[in-house]
């Protein structure tokens, strides 16, 4: 978020400096190197700095000594702490340091946190409440620099008119609806607005669990109820949960805040519940389909676990476009496999296999995907990466052993492709392929492939 600011600030027309107190990522952002990965950002970072508006350095106080800030971004993070709530730590400290500067810039809030937060940090700092703002940030990685430029919304808490008229005079320029509100409302819309895009879906993956008949297809379920304008296609796409570094995090901190306030959160505690139970399909089906045909009889591999069985991971990402690994579904799944006893190799084009490695210590890291599925059981797809969807999946099956199970986390894989195949398929819910769907006939059916 900090770095995406700064450079579409820059290009705002703005005089931009970037604090960055890890001496490794100064030195990449000084060279004009984005040591983020984000689509866009190393191209447009390159630009900003050519402005001569953007620069980065370490200290805050150093900076405004030689020209005083109008406005100060606090970016920092807000790390889930152990009990599930927000670690504030960081806000804290850098609003120690932000708060001694003179002239008194105007403070911004834009990390997460929880409503009442911004109260009491004015409670705690006297005369900060007149020079404050929280704007929250509603940034999706894979397009962070056009959600800032091109913003659903910019939501302003504020206590006073000055507040409200630095948050305008930043915008400048950026067209979209305002809703001016207080700031623990302000904290409140962020928190809402990302616990009700994981309550989709984790509704979705919950509809999944039920389209398993052999004539329900769930692309087609949900590709009819997004179609309604009130509900829409966002986030309705089933997998293994929402992994992104948001929304697990901003859920949990949410049921925590409201835990200690004493108010009910049923909904948001399922949402919540549902989400961690989906990990675990991939691990149910791996049992449920290699279990007992990899044992010596019935049954003795899945009393067993997966301790004969040989398992690709394919893709260690959330997402393509990310390389935030904090909650993406492989921190879950390949640790449990790997305590099942089964041999994982894992590989994910966009992480060389140094830091899949040490992701994962037990697992080989893979340097292709021929080599990742070669005398595999099974095949779980845990990330859409194009090489994986647009891979030749007839020379991968060939390559696999029996059973020859393919596990399509992110449901991503064509069901025509997987049917054609001598594999077997499961998808999170029943995903038909056209000629079984236009002919009347289930997949389950089929002689070689099923989901």
Same mark, same amino acid.
């Given at each position: ?8 600030? %820059? ?6 400096? =970037? ?5 490794? +990522?100064?030195?990449?952002? +000084? ?7 984000? #689509? ?31 406005? !100060? ?39 997460? !946190? ?31 620099? $056009? ?33 001016? %509100?207080?700031?623990? =409302?302000? $904290? ?59 929304? #697990?995090?901003?859920?949990? /901190? ?46 003795? *591999? ?51 296999? =140094? ?12 340097? *292709?995907?021929?080599? /990742?599925?070669? *005398? ?18 007839? =020379? ?29 398929? +499961?998808?999170?819910? %029943?995903?038909?392929?056209?000629? /079984? ?8 059916? *089929?002689? +070689? %492939?099923?989901?």
């Amino acid at each position: 978020m900090g770095l995406t600011g700064a450079v579409a600030l %820059t290009h705002q027309g703005h005089q931009v400096t =970037g604090i960055e107190q890890d001496p490794g +990522r100064l030195r990449l952002l +000084r060279e004009g190197r984005a040591p983020v990965f984000e #689509p866009g950002l190393p191209e447009q970072l390159s630009a900003a700095g050519a402005t001569g508006r953007l620069r980065f350095t370490d200290s805050v106080t150093e900076s405004h000594r030689r020209t005083p800030f109008d406005i !100060v971004l606090v970016t920092v993070g807000t790390p889930p702490a152990a009990d599930g709530s927000a670690d504030l730590t960081q806000v804290d400290a850098v609003l120690e340091e932000v708060l001694r500067l003179l002239p008194a810039p105007c403070v911004v809030l834009k990390s997460t !946190v929880p409503p009442g937060t911004s109260a009491m940090l004015a409670e705690t700092h006297p005369g900060l409440r007149e020079r404050f703002a929280y704007n929250p940030e509603f940034l999706n990685q894979g397009s962070a620099l $056009e959600d800032w430029a091109v913003p659903a919304r910019i939501v302003a808490g504020t206590w006073t008119e000055g507040g409200l008229e630095a948050l305008r005079e930043l915008y400048a320029g950026v067209s979209a609806p305002w809703v001016a %509100t207080t700031p623990s =409302g302000a $904290e409140m819309i962020k928190y809402a607005s990302n616990a009700f895009l994981a309550t989709k879906i984790s509704f979705a993956n919950e509809v999944a669990g039920m389209c398993c008949g052999p004539d329900i297809d769930i692309d087609h379920v949900m590709q009819g109820v997004g179609f309604d304008p009130r509900i829409g296609h966002a986030f309705l796409q089933p997998g293994l949960g929402y992994g992104d570094s948001c929304l #697990p995090k901003d859920t949990n /901190a949410l049921a925590h805040w409201a835990g200690t306030e004493g108010l009910a959160t049923p909904l948001l505690r399922a949402t919540i519940a549902v989400n961690d139970a989906q990990a675990g399909l991939a691990i149910q089906i791996l049992r449920t389909e290699l279990g007992a045909g990899l044992g010596d009889g019935p049954g003795d *591999g899945l009393a067993d676990g997966l301790a004969d069985a040989e398992i690709a991971v394919l893709g260690v990402r959330y997402e393509p476009w990310s390389d935030d690994l904090r909650a993406a579904p492989s921190r879950t799944v390949v640790p449990a496999l790997l305590a099942q006893g089964a041999r994982v190799r894992v590989w994910d084009p966009g992480t060389d296999t =140094g830091t899949t490695a040490g992701l994962f210590p037990g697992a080989r890291a893979a340097a *292709g995907l021929p080599d /990742a599925v070669e *005398g595999a059981h099974a095949a779980v797809v845990l990330t859409e990466w194009p090489q994986a969807i647009e891979a030749d999946w007839r =020379g991968l099956a060939a390559l696999l052993a029996e059973p020859r199970l393919i596990i399509d986390g992110k449901n991503c894989l064509s069901p025509e492709q997987m049917h054609d195949l001598p594999v077997r398929y +499961r998808s999170v819910g %029943t995903r038909l392929p056209a000629s /079984a769907v236009h002919s009347g006939v289930s997949r389950r059916a *089929g002689p +070689r %492939t099923e989901a």
